[in-house]
């Protein structure tokens, strides 16, 4: 077993140093767009991503950059959570996903139980190519939400309320090649207290995007022990071809908890292999909603994103990466 490295240091995020507006970036999943470049989407911002580019050391290396989404009309997507990249017989994908989670109702009273109301923009998830100019390209699915629930009969209950009372709220995505599936993260429902975990497979990888070329697997529940209050989601899922395994994010399930966030490899498979990056620790003011591993001038580090406008780093050959608790299903 690897020596525990003494008095690990806390996780702090580095500041974008800008903002879109008067709120800070609330940049949630993020993907390796290449060599020291990296994109995320903003739940905040409907028709873009943000391009974040970093120098040798780890820093930003320009403002970030904003990539305008293409071939969709203004309101077709709201609330993006989850976005992932990935690649088939060489042609390459990006996905996005609303989070799916109602709105509160006008005279919404802070009580237990609420219902919310459906919004057509949180019931779509896209597919974006990107073009030989770099632009991004998208299609929409725009009823994916009312095709899950029906689909998942895990979610019929949760379907109907609000994401602080254990209704639907997807906040990560990843994907599988070995299934050739897109899997939702769940922050909101739980499973009896653990992660859960939706999967969804392409029957043809660059098909119709549309729901008669998918279906749905068997939903996995994550064995994350997460008793009491404690009972946290996923926040952010990404796969790692260099690797071969799914990064991922847990954190706080509903809003106000303190508890920190922590990050997790998993291989992708029912009652596969599952670590705990126990010196991995992160600040308790970052809220880790993006996790991705990529390059940064040929140097492999894990990328983190936080909401409250700002990113983080670990190099490849970071002892804390190093590690690791296996968990048992």
């Not at 943000?50 to 077709?76: H, K, N, Q, Y």
């Not at 100019?133 to 009969?153: C, H, N, T, Y």
């Not at 847990?250 to 599952?274: N, P, T």
Request: proline share 7%; net charge neutral; with cysteine.
């Amino acid at each position: 077993m690897t020596e525990e490295v003494s008095k690990p240091r806390k996780l702090r995020p580095i500041p974008f140093g800008e903002r879109p507006g008067k709120e800070p970036y609330n940049a949630s999943e993020v993907v390796p767009l290449g060599d020291s470049r990296f994109l995320f989407c903003d739940n905040n911002v409907n028709d873009a991503f943000f391009e974040l580019r970093l120098a040798p050391d780890g820093s930003m290396a320009c403002p970030l950059v904003r990539r305008p989404i293409r071939g969709i009309e203004p309101g077709t997507i709201d609330d993006m959570e989850g976005l992932e990249s990935a690649t088939l017989a060489g042609r390459t994908y990006l996905f996005a996903t609303s989070s799916f989670s109602l709105k509160p109702r006008k005279k919404h009273h802070k009580k237990k139980g609420q219902r919310g109301k459906l919004a057509a923009d949180r019931e779509s998830v896209l597919r974006l190519a990107i073009d030989d100019d770099e632009q991004l390209v998208a299609e929409s699915i725009p009823d994916f939400r009312s095709w899950l629930i029906e689909q998942a009969p895990e979610l019929t209950k949760a379907a109907k309320y609000l994401p602080d009372d254990g209704g639907l709220n997807v906040e990560a995505l990843s994907w599988d090649p070995n299934n050739q599936a897109l899997l939702f993260g769940l922050r909101t429902p739980v499973a009896d207290g653990k992660p859960l975990v939706v999967r969804v497979r392409i029957k043809q990888f660059d098909g119709p995007w549309d729901l008669s070329n998918l279906e749905i697997l068997s939903p996995i529940v994550l064995p994350i022990e997460t008793s009491g209050r404690r009972r946290e989601g996923l926040r952010a899922m990404t796969y790692d071809p260099a690797n071969s395994a799914v990064l991922l994010t847990v954190g706080r399930r509903i809003a106000g908890s303190k508890r920190r966030f922590e990050l997790y490899s998993w291989d992708g498979q029912q009652e596969g292999l599952l670590k705990n990056f126990r010196q991995v620790r992160f600040d308790r003011r970052m809220r880790v909603e993006g996790v991705a591993h990529g390059t940064i001038t040929g140097r492999g580090a894990v990328v983190f994103v936080d909401d409250r406008g700002g990113y983080q780093l670990l190099w490849d050959d970071d002892p804390r990466l190093a590690v690791t608790e296996q968990l048992s299903w």
